[in-house]
């Protein structure tokens, strides 16, 4: 098994199973990737695309071809000496439906169910319609309603024995003691019989085995046709469409230990912890040990066995404990790697949005993130911070919105706090309650007060989560939480300060140790846990899911993991942060790409060109909306689309607009337009001001659809068009530059770079579904068989194999030095001359090997009009790197090609080293670059 150099993400679904991925596997070998990092494989609710709605954790996904095709799939990586790192969903289970056999059995047992403590549910709400029961917010109308219109009907498993309600693909198992009603229903004396026996479930102190052969005898009973028919009959008396049926059924589910209802009561009455606002995603209690068990027994035996190779935990911040887990499972893998020969490690990576200032914790036992920071930073790199005020002073003058992200921020968890995630702040707010009155000198203070002062503090909180422990808040967690009570005062009236001061003490502020054991204690614990996990999914659908889509001064800075308010920052921040990552996380995952991403990498990096030619964009931006204008309409709400929505549009085309399409290509431009109008109306609704998911205004999403359409396909805007793809074309070769660089600075700054499926080509793909659409494996395979003349991959460089080409032939490079990248310290290169603002150049060193990485940043001006993504030598002037004194007079091999270079007097030219791409690595290694797959 080769050592962890690189990974590959694969999206697995109905139509990318094992068996195709495993066709694929020589392929990925010869680009150099050491390891699969695979979307979640278990059983996944069917038909899923994404694998994160878990209905079983037991086996492997049948539709991914089940445990027999995984099996191949790893024997075919280990004879290529690659791995497999698996995506594990810890936080949530899919729930709804039919598929979840623990969620069905909660619904049918209520807290009797062993299950019942696997799902993180407040069975003791202080609603009464709630006491006791599980909602089930699935209906598409009001209950009453719904059983009117007769669309929730009891339904009979007549080979199992049992009964339940059935609501479209909902299936509501009914409790055991309740079928002693409906069998006494049907005429017919053993059915009668029976009922006596499930009406003696009510009392018996240990119902759930007795249930079972109950059931069982009445499957034996229903093969009898007549006694089929009898109890058949006896159901249709539920039918609710009638005055009688519609008071019987209604009777029969007020028995059952749910309450089904609107899906629109979630919002407010959830009683059970969601992934996000996610009626159909349950969270889990992985805390438990029974759950974790369960939950982790099949990823368990795979490890065992040697066919898993690495841990991805998806949304670690869900967790009620994230270090607790980690550390758990830290151990756990352990004892598992160290029962199989010549293993020491499996590396763990968590999913966990870094804000700023912030680090991943260093005693949680894992490896690293999955590298949203790391876009983050080489984002930053990218943007020239003298666009800022020019395009600030356009997004203003243009929308009449703030250019403060913060605000905007702070505006949509006001918005979600009191909107989609009201029931889980109702659940804090109401534990702070019982804190509150636990304690004689804090029972006076009110609910309403509590909710004030508890909406602001998450409003102002600048991170997703704190990590409290029994001993309280860390060092680490406190200047957050501190930030967030300042904040809180700045809007709160001064009489409310003292509150504040309270909810500091109770949310980590002492040590639970201090507080006395028992009630208080446990309440205590209680409320801090779900306060914590309830700032992280505010985070997310604030930030991510509503303030990225409402607020675009550069869209480019809008990406899940970044922190939109800051514009740019120069080198040496990159550098600070390579060299905390060498020193804390070496192997941390390095991603510009995922399958969450807002937009591809390259859609990214193209759009950050706008910022170095904010004057000419700006100019541009008037003029087209001028010309546009025809194709607005005026609604009763205003223009559609809204000046910010179309500013939006502007910056997306100019961004994903393939670089070979013309806009008179007809067949070309719809299948574009079709991709922008999904786009489209996902931004709409996720900005949740003129339209919603939850309520959709068709009007203004027609009217969008209608303005995106006449700009994109008809004849009526095809000048506009024409400058359009004119200026997207204009700022491509930049781009291009951009992203040849990201991909570069992934492959070679400390971590293991992640490369997501099929963007080793140009990926100017949006947001989810369009980043997940099918790979062509097969033009990237043929690709890597042509001629590599870097000459003829310049000047063909729409294509894509330039970029494939510089991953290749860095990752064949890794393979062959691994503890270079793996072990070796970074070292930041000085740079002088005209030019040295446009130049990042940083140093690799090991047990004397070196390499040296150069590469162009805001190039944009010294490409001027040049069609190729290449810079004139002779315009670098004197711009040169202050090289190690350790490398001077030591020649040095450039890995893409070119005459080798010699630093002297501890420096060396950027003509000279950039000589044939905006990019450079000289090594002094004994590898040798002739072959970029050894």
Known sequence: MKALTSTLRLQFHRDFTLNDAAALVPYFARLGISHVYASPLLTARPGSMHGYDVIDPTRINPELGGETALRAFIDTLHEHGMGLILDIVSNHM??????????????????????????????????????????????????????????????????????????????????????????????????????????????????????????????????DPEVCAALGTSLQTYDSTTEEGFRRLHNLLERQHYRVASWRTAADDINWRRFFDINELGGLRV?????????????????????????????????????????RLRRRVDRLV???????????????????????????????????????????????????????????????????????????????????????????????????????MTRDITLGAIRRALLELIVHFPVYRTYVSACGRSAEDEPFFQQALEGARNSLNEGE???????????????????????????????????????????AKAVEDTACYRSAVMLSRNDVGFDPQLFSEPPANFHAACQARAQRFPRNLLTTATHDHKRGEDTRARMAVISERAEWFAEAVRR????????????????????????????????????????????????????????????LREAKLRTSWTDPNEAYESACRAY????????????????????????????????????????????????????????????????????????????????????????????GRIKQWIISRTLAFRQACPALFTAGSYVPLEVEGDQAERVLAFAREHAGDWLVVVVARLGAPLLGDATTPTINPARWGNTRIRMPQALDGRALTPLFGGIECVSEQASLGMALALESLPLAIFHTTAYQSGDSRP
């Open 287 to 327: 805390e438990r040990p029974a759950v974790f068990e369960e939950t982790h027994a099949k990823v368990f035996e795979l490890i065992r066995e040697g066919l898993v190779d690495g841990l991805r935990i998806d949304h670690v911040d869900g967790l009620a404990n994230p270090r607790g887990y980690c550390r």
């Open 624 to 683: 087209w909306r001028d010309e546009a204008a025809p194709l607005r309409q005026e609604l009763a709400d205003g223009p559609a689309p809204s000046a910010a929505d179309e500013l939006i549009l502007i910056q997306t085309l100019l961004g994903s607009w393939p670089l070979d399409l013309a806009p008179d290509d007809s067949s070309g431009m719809k299948e574009y337009c079709e991709r922008i109008l999904k786009w489209q109306e996902k931004a």
């Open 94 to 223: 899919a729930v709804g439906g039919r598929g979840n056999a623990w969620w069905l059995d909660v619904l049918e047992w209520g807290q009797r169910s062993p299950y019942a403590k696997f799902f993180d549910i407040e069975w003791h709400s202080p609603d009464p319609l709630l006491e006791g029961l599980l909602l089930v917010p699935v209906l598409g109308v009001d209950y009453g309603e719904a059983l009117l219109d007769g669309q929730i009907k009891i339904k009979l498993e007549v080979d199992h024995g049992q009964l339940y309600a059935e609501y479209y693909e909902h299936c509501f198992p009914l409790t055991p003691p309740s079928y002693g009603e409906l069998l006494r229903g049907a005429d017919e004396p053993r059915l009668r019989t029976l009922a006596q026996h499930f009406d003696a479930l009510r009392t018996e102190p240990a119902p759930y085995t007795t249930a079972v052969q109950l059931r069982s005898e009445l499957a034996t009973l229903l093969k």
């Open 497 to 539: 300060w003292p509150l504040l001061e309270h909810l500091s003490r109770w949310l980590g502020g002492e040590n639970l140790h201090d507080v006395p054991r028992g009630a208080a204690r446990k309440a205590r614990r209680y409320a801090c846990t779900r306060f914590q996990q309830l700032t992280s999914p505010a985070a």
């Open 708 to 799: 995106t359409e006449a700009l994109l396909i008809t004849e009526e805007a095809k000048s506009l068009r024409l400058e359009i793809a004119a200026a997207a074309d204009h700022i491509a070769p930049a781009g291009a530059l951009n992203s040849l660089v990201q991909t570069l600075l992934r492959l070679t700054t400390p971590g293991i770079p992640d490369l997501y499926q099929g963007a080793e080509f140009w990926d100017f793909s949006l947001v989810d579904p369009d980043n997940r659409r099918p790979v062509d494996f097969a033009s990237r395979d043929h690709a890597l068989d042509e001629a590599d003349d870097v000459t003829e991959l310049i000047a063909r460089w729409h294509d």
């Open 338 to 440: 160290a029962s199989r020969s010549g293993e020491t490690h499996l590396p763990i990576y968590v999913e966990k949005i870094l804000g700023a200032g912030e680090q991943l914790r260093g005693d949680w036992g894992v490896d690293g993130t999955t590298g949203y920071e790391f876009m983050n930073q080489v984002s930053l790199l990218q943007h020239d911070p003298a666009g800022e005020s020019v395009l600030s002073q356009l997004w203003s003058e243009t929308t009449e919105r703030t250019t403060d992200f913060l605000e905007e921020a702070r505006q949509a968890r006001q918005l979600v706090l009191t909107g989609p995630l009201a029931g889980d702040f109702e659940t804090v707010a109401q534990a702070l309650l019982v804190v509150a009155r636990s304690d004689l």
